[in-house]
């Protein structure tokens, strides 16, 4: 499976649609503003562009426009801006308040969307024992293969029409919130005739006290009412609600009809690029992971792409593995673009030690390979960096783009700098490692304009297509605030402060924001970066990065140290232009 890349050129803003303002129409009206004039060619709009209800946006419901947030004339007036889109299509998952879900709730097993979910205890019943609990506990060595982004088995316990619980496999986010119950619930919905209303409050009381203090209702004391208690129970389950990301079925046919019908509606939105969120997830076989398995993973890619071509869209596989793993280089040497999910801690360790070498390293990487990647400083989600690490077993070994001394440095910083963390869990819920730290680029640089500065025009001068995180190009700081609000998931939004219109007008006063516009601009225009990167030898704590495509060429040189650097562009031997920073 190996097939042509298409990138689009030029530079990708990246945001949500109410990032800026309270809807996308603000968004396009910034991007309508002299100083944006020629700044990006596409706009990667996150996924509360469509509707959804958790993990913001990314639990989608569906893949229609999010009018609350988005309009047709949105897009239109963008397109005549000449920005073309990026969107996510959700591999793994859907949101249990979608209609196929919906219609597995109402209907249980004679819905037919029975099959586009993955029924966790049909899944693994010939692979492991049930618990007390009614659910399957998989063999060790088939749990012990298990990936989890969560601590406990992936699961969410779903109540069915006939009364009984299933557990479903949910790999990402979830949450079960049982609403009060109260003396009428109980009297019109039990045919129990010695039941009075003043039983009946007493009753909703202490069943409230236990959904209150999140204990478990099978174990309640009902006193002389406990012969009922199973129909008591069950008046409260019928009002529990879920929130939560249902792992999809790509063994149904009616699984691989929707991933169709989403990519030609992405089509019809006028997607472009396509980027393929927890791909990975996707392909789940017993005795093997459920984190890229092969080659399963590769056989469900091959049908993915395929249907892409039919609309003339081009993929973008959402990887996240360590370095040492090597999958980012798999899927690259398949033929799709990837993330440069290494970059940011790479450039944040440059600059904080001043030193070219890791850094180098990783450009000559991309450039003997000829890995496509698109590149970002901040993104929606955290700074990666389990990513850097490198692999050591008995099998094989590799070194990472940092050592795991380096790593725990880094991560020591920007945590000394306000950032926090996200972790990796183990079968038994202990966390096995740092996923990510979540952290403006900004702050993570120490909220260093001469950093930002340098670190945004190495990015422009790095192989692959740059995106560009909203409030990065704002220099924004991290949100302590808004993370705390957030509850459990609330680190990421450390990174996603809202910016008002007046936020805009006194950014663009500032210089850190109109040096990178001017940056990105010259990155966004220059046919310079249509052609080759040459690295030029330098000492340690410098950089030496030309781009040349026939006549016209772009060279950055930068001092690690004191992050002064200049820029030399020429259209021609006789067209010469210099800036410089200090």
Same mark, same amino acid.
């Given at each position: 499976?190996?097939?042509?890349?298409?990138?689009?050129?030029?530079?990708?803003?990246?945001?949500?649609?109410?990032?800026?303002?309270?809807?996308?129409?603000? *968004?396009?009206?910034?991007?309508?503003?002299?100083?944006?004039?020629?700044?990006?060619?596409?706009?990667?709009?996150?996924?509360?562009?469509?509707?959804?209800?958790? &993990?913001?946006?990314?639990?989608?419901?569906?893949?229609?426009?999010?009018?609350?947030?988005?309009?047709?004339?949105?897009?239109?007036?963008?397109?005549?801006?000449?920005?073309?889109?990026?969107?996510?299509?959700?591999?793994?998952?859907?949101?249990?308040?979608?209609?196929?879900?919906?219609?597995?709730?109402?209907?249980?097993?004679?819905?037919?969307?029975?099959?586009?979910?993955?029924?966790?205890?049909?899944?693994? %019943?010939?692979?492991?024992?049930?618990? =007390?609990?009614?659910?399957?506990?998989?063999?060790?060595?088939?749990?012990?293969?298990?990936?989890?982004?969560? =601590?406990?088995?992936? *699961?969410?316990?779903?109540?069915?029409?006939?009364?009984?619980? %299933? =557990?479903?496999?949910?790999?990402?986010?979830?949450?079960?919130?049982?609403?009060?119950?109260?003396?009428?619930?109980?009297?019109?919905?039990?045919?129990?005739?010695?039941?009075?209303?003043?039983?009946?409050?007493?009753?909703?009381?202490?069943?409230?006290?236990?959904?209150?203090?999140?204990?478990?209702?099978?174990?309640?004391?009902?006193? &002389?009412? /406990?012969?009922?208690?199973?129909?008591?129970?069950?008046?409260?389950?019928?009002?529990?609600?879920?929130?939560?990301?249902?792992?999809?079925?790509?063994?149904?046919?009616?699984?691989?009809?929707?991933?169709?019908?989403?990519?030609?509606?992405?089509?019809?939105?006028?997607?472009?690029?396509?980027?393929?969120?927890?791909?990975?997830?996707?392909?789940?076989? =017993?005795?093997?992971?459920?984190?890229?398995?092969?080659?399963?993973?590769?056989?469900?890619?091959?049908?993915?792409?395929?249907?892409?071509?039919?609309?003339?869209?081009?993929?973008?596989?959402?990887?996240?593995?360590?370095?040492?793993?090597?999958?980012?280089?798999?899927?690259?040497?398949?033929?799709?673009?990837?993330?440069?999910?290494?970059?940011? /801690?790479?450039?944040?360790?440059?600059?904080?030690?001043?030193?070219?070498?890791?850094?180098? %390293?990783?450009?000559?990487?991309?450039?003997?390979?000829?890995?496509?990647?698109?590149?970002?400083?901040?993104?929606?989600?955290?700074?990666?960096?389990?990513?850097?690490?490198?692999?050591?077993?008995?099998?094989?070994?590799?070194?990472?783009?940092?050592?795991?001394?380096?790593?725990?440095?880094?991560?020591?910083?920007?945590?000394?700098?306000?950032?926090?963390?996200?972790?990796?869990?183990?079968?038994?819920?202990?966390?096995?490692?740092?996923?990510?730290?979540?952290?403006?680029?900004?702050?993570?640089?120490?909220?260093?304009?001469?950093?930002?500065?340098?670190?945004?025009?190495?990015?422009?001068?790095?192989?692959?297509?740059?995106?560009?995180?909203?409030?990065?190009?704002?220099?924004?700081?991290? &949100?302590?605030?808004?993370? &705390?609000?957030?509850?459990?998931?609330?680190?990421?939004?450390?990174?996603?402060?809202?910016?008002?219109?007046?936020?805009?007008?006194?950014?663009?006063?500032? *210089?850190?924001?109109?040096?990178?516009?001017?940056?990105?601009?010259?990155?966004?225009?220059?046919?310079?970066?249509?052609?080759?990167?040459?690295?030029?030898?330098?000492?340690?704590?410098?950089?030496?990065?030309?781009?040349?495509?026939?006549?016209?060429?772009?060279?950055?040189?930068?001092?690690?140290?004191?992050?002064?650097?200049?820029?030399?562009?020429?259209?021609?031997?006789?067209?010469?232009?210099?800036?410089?920073?200090?």
């Amino acid at each position: 499976m190996l097939t042509k890349i298409n990138l689009p050129k030029g530079v990708i803003f990246n945001a949500y649609p109410d990032s800026i303002g309270r809807k996308l129409a603000d *968004i396009t009206l910034m991007l309508k503003m002299p100083e944006f004039k020629d700044v990006f060619s596409l706009f990667y709009i996150l996924p509360t562009i469509f509707n959804s209800d958790l &993990d913001r946006g990314f639990s989608i419901i569906d893949y229609d426009l999010n009018d609350e947030l988005v309009s047709r004339e949105d897009l239109e007036q963008l397109h005549e801006l000449n920005v073309m889109f990026k969107f996510d299509l959700v591999l793994n998952h859907l949101s249990v308040g979608s209609p196929q879900f919906q219609d597995l709730l109402k209907n249980g097993d004679e819905s037919k969307y029975k099959n586009f979910f993955i029924d966790w205890n049909e899944f693994w %019943r010939s692979h492991g024992e049930m618990s =007390p609990d009614g659910h399957v506990i998989p063999h060790e060595e088939h749990l012990e293969k298990l990936f989890m982004r969560k =601590p406990g088995l992936p *699961i969410l316990k779903v109540r069915f029409p006939d009364g009984s619980d %299933r =557990p479903y496999w949910n790999t990402f986010y979830q949450e079960v919130v049982y609403h009060e119950v109260t003396a009428h619930d109980l009297l019109h919905a039990l045919e129990i005739e010695e039941l009075t209303h003043d039983d009946a409050e007493k009753i909703a009381t202490i069943l409230n006290d236990v959904l209150n203090a999140k204990r478990d209702l099978h174990e309640i004391d009902l006193g &002389d009412f /406990s012969h009922h208690k199973d129909d008591i129970v069950s008046v409260v389950e019928q009002n529990r609600k879920y929130l939560g990301q249902m792992d999809l079925n790509a063994q149904s046919q009616e699984v691989w009809d929707f991933y169709d019908e989403t990519l030609k509606k992405l089509r019809d939105h006028g997607g472009k690029l396509v980027r393929l969120d927890a791909f990975a997830y996707v392909h789940k076989e =017993p005795g093997k992971a459920n984190f890229f398995n092969e080659p399963g993973t590769w056989e469900y890619l091959r049908r993915v792409k395929e249907i892409a071509d039919k609309y003339d869209l081009t993929l973008l596989p959402e990887i996240h593995s360590e370095y040492g793993d090597g999958l980012h280089e798999r899927v690259a040497a398949k033929g799709f673009p990837i993330y440069d999910f290494f970059l940011p /801690s790479l450039l944040i360790d440059a600059l904080d030690r001043g030193t070219n070498k890791y850094l180098l %390293r990783w450009i000559n990487e991309l450039l003997i390979k000829k890995i496509k990647t698109i590149n970002m400083l901040g993104c929606h989600d955290g700074i990666p960096v389990l990513d850097l690490r490198g692999k050591n077993n008995t099998e094989t070994s590799t070194a990472g783009l940092l050592s795991d001394e380096e790593i725990e440095g880094l991560i020591e910083r920007i945590m000394d700098r306000g950032g926090r963390v996200k972790d990796l869990y183990g079968p038994d819920g202990k966390k096995i490692s740092y996923y990510q730290v979540n952290a403006t680029f900004f702050s993570a640089l120490g909220e260093d304009e001469r950093k930002m500065r340098l670190a945004r025009a190495i990015q422009m001068f790095m192989p692959g297509t740059p995106q560009v995180w909203y409030l990065d190009l704002f220099a924004g700081k991290n &949100d302590y605030a808004a993370a &705390d609000i957030g509850g459990t998931g609330g680190h990421k939004e450390i990174n996603r402060t809202t910016l008002t219109n007046s936020d805009i007008e006194e950014g663009l006063k500032q *210089i850190i924001v109109r040096d990178q516009l001017e940056l990105i601009r010259l990155r966004n225009t220059s046919s310079a970066f249509n052609g080759k990167l040459t690295v030029i030898g330098t000492d340690e704590h410098q950089l030496h990065l030309s781009w040349k495509h026939q006549e016209c060429t772009a060279t950055l040189i930068a001092d690690l140290r004191n992050y002064s650097f200049s820029i030399t562009h020429k259209e021609n031997s006789s067209d010469e232009n210099i800036m410089s920073y200090h």
